[in-house]
């Protein structure tokens, strides 16, 4: 690997002038710049990123920790949060925890030991006693997404309003007739959208006098596999729902499939909505009813609150919740639906 001491033999310098001209430094003449920088060219030489940023005090690396980047919500994040930070010359790192709560707190461990300079973090249990003690002791910027940690008081948050739009979606529900309601959950209480969405449905059925049934709220670590096992435990039920609300996104394959299986239509015979428009939401037919959130926006959100602390913008940690709206389409049908043709 090519060295300082090289490039300035073969241009005929000093070490210290290659080190001022790649610096950027202010006083070096064109023509030392000329001929250091064609030394750089002539033998290959890459400066050692790592080793520059530490002697500055900083890498110019951002850790980004997932729950799981097959998540298509997850994976739109990330590429927005790679684009923001790139643009303010900061590369990212990202560990994916593949669903597995003792990866988050490997993450955070080890994105530290890289010495990156702040944390993005959505993570798989937001509840865990050994991830609060990782964050809380971390001494870089560190921005939730989509998460609530307690004790993390240093930590910024974006934070998308599950709560208020699940209410909106489960209420147009309740007004079309379907009293019958079934919500399938994250693994409650692990994380902010589980509990939050979990509080926006009971809100709406107390809103309008309609006991929660038992067991209408299912949850399961958001998988496909979970989504059609639960699908088939409520339809096998004695009065089984007229709807379902779909919670994390990667269940709605599993809910889809089991119907599929039992030949129940979408719209006709059982009404559906998700809390996340994901791309299957609007291609399926009929279109799926979803509750919709700018993933994009929210990870612009999350970069500039960590550039701000990062670049001494704003001291303190900052909280900003943004709004989610409900896209009602064809498969929220009213009662009583169509059972024959």
Request: proline share 7%; with cysteine.
């Given at each position: 690997m090519?060295?300082?001491?090289?490039?300035?033999?073969?241009?005929?310098?000093?070490?210290?002038?290659?080190?001022?001209?790649?610096?950027?430094?202010?006083?070096?003449?064109?023509?030392?710049?000329?001929?250091?920088l064609?030394?750089?060219?002539?033998?290959?030489?890459?400066?050692?990123?790592?080793?520059?940023?530490?002697?500055?005090?900083?890498?110019?690396?951002?850790?980004?920790?997932?729950?799981?980047?097959?998540?298509?919500?997850?994976?739109?994040?990330?590429?927005a949060?790679?684009?923001?930070?790139?643009?303010?010359?900061?590369?990212?790192?990202?560990?994916?925890?593949?669903?597995?709560?003792?990866?988050?707190?490997?993450?955070?461990?080890?994105?530290?030991?890289?010495?990156?300079?702040?944390?993005?973090?959505?993570?798989?249990?937001?509840?865990?006693?050994?991830?609060?003690?990782?964050?809380r002791?971390?001494?870089?910027?560190?921005?939730?997404?989509?998460?609530?940690?307690?004790?993390?008081?240093?930590?910024?948050?974006?934070?998308?309003d599950?709560?208020?739009?699940?209410?909106?979606?489960?209420?147009?529900?309740?007004?079309?007739?379907?009293?019958?309601?079934?919500?399938?959950?994250?693994?409650?209480?692990?994380?902010?959208?589980?509990?939050?969405?979990?509080?926006?449905?009971?809100?709406?059925?107390?809103?309008?006098?309609?006991?929660?049934?038992?067991?209408?709220?299912?949850?399961?670590?958001?998988?496909?596999?979970?989504?059609?096992?639960?699908?088939?435990?409520?339809?096998?039920?004695?009065?089984?729902?007229?709807?379902?609300?779909?919670?994390?996104?990667?269940?709605?394959?599993?809910?889809?499939?089991?119907?599929?299986?039992?030949?129940?239509?979408?719209?006709?015979?059982?009404?559906?909505?998700?809390?996340?428009?994901?791309?299957?939401?609007?291609?399926?037919?009929?279109?799926?009813?979803?509750?919709?959130?700018?993933?994009?926006?929210?990870?612009?959100?999350?970069?500039?609150?960590?550039?701000?602390?990062?670049?001494?913008?704003?001291?303190?940690?900052?909280?900003?919740?943004?709004?989610?709206?409900?896209?009602?389409?064809?498969?929220s049908?009213?009662?009583?639906?169509?059972?024959?043709?």
């Amino acid at each position: 690997m090519a060295t300082i001491r090289e490039v300035a033999r073969r241009a005929g310098v000093a070490p210290s002038s290659v080190t001022r001209v790649l610096s950027g430094h202010p006083n070096v003449s064109e023509g030392l710049r000329a001929k250091v920088l064609a030394a750089v060219e002539e033998i290959g030489y890459r400066p050692d990123l790592l080793a520059a940023g530490l002697r500055r005090g900083s890498s110019h690396t951002v850790g980004v920790i997932v729950s799981d980047i097959i998540n298509p919500l997850l994976a739109e994040m990330v590429d927005a949060l790679d684009v923001k930070l790139r643009d303010k010359g900061y590369s990212v790192l990202l560990a994916n925890s593949h669903g597995d709560p003792k990866r988050d707190v490997e993450s955070v461990h080890l994105l530290r030991q890289r010495r990156t300079d702040g944390l993005i973090v959505m993570v798989v249990d937001e509840t865990q006693p050994e991830l609060k003690e990782a964050l809380r002791d971390l001494p870089i910027p560190v921005v939730l997404l989509d998460r609530q940690v307690e004790g993390a008081d240093s930590a910024s948050a974006v934070l998308s309003d599950h709560a208020r739009g699940t209410r909106e979606l489960t209420l147009q529900l309740l007004d079309a007739g379907h009293e019958r309601l079934a919500l399938l959950s994250g693994l409650q209480g692990t994380t902010y959208p589980g509990r939050e969405r979990t509080r926006g449905f009971i809100s709406a059925l107390a809103e309008r006098g309609v006991p929660l049934r038992p067991r209408a709220i299912r949850d399961a670590r958001a998988t496909p596999e979970a989504g059609q096992r639960l699908t088939a435990e409520l339809l096998d039920d004695d009065e089984p729902p007229t709807a379902i609300v779909v919670g994390p996104n990667p269940m709605l394959v599993g809910v889809l499939r089991e119907l599929h299986r039992r030949k129940l239509r979408v719209g006709r015979d059982l009404a559906l909505a998700c809390l996340d428009d994901v791309p299957i939401a609007a291609l399926h037919q009929p279109p799926i009813t979803a509750l919709a959130r700018d993933v994009r926006e929210m990870a612009h959100t999350a970069a500039t609150l960590l550039l701000d602390r990062l670049t001494g913008v704003s001291r303190f940690p900052r909280t900003v919740v943004l709004p989610t709206e409900v896209r009602r389409r064809a498969s929220s049908a009213p009662l009583p639906l169509q059972v024959e043709d």
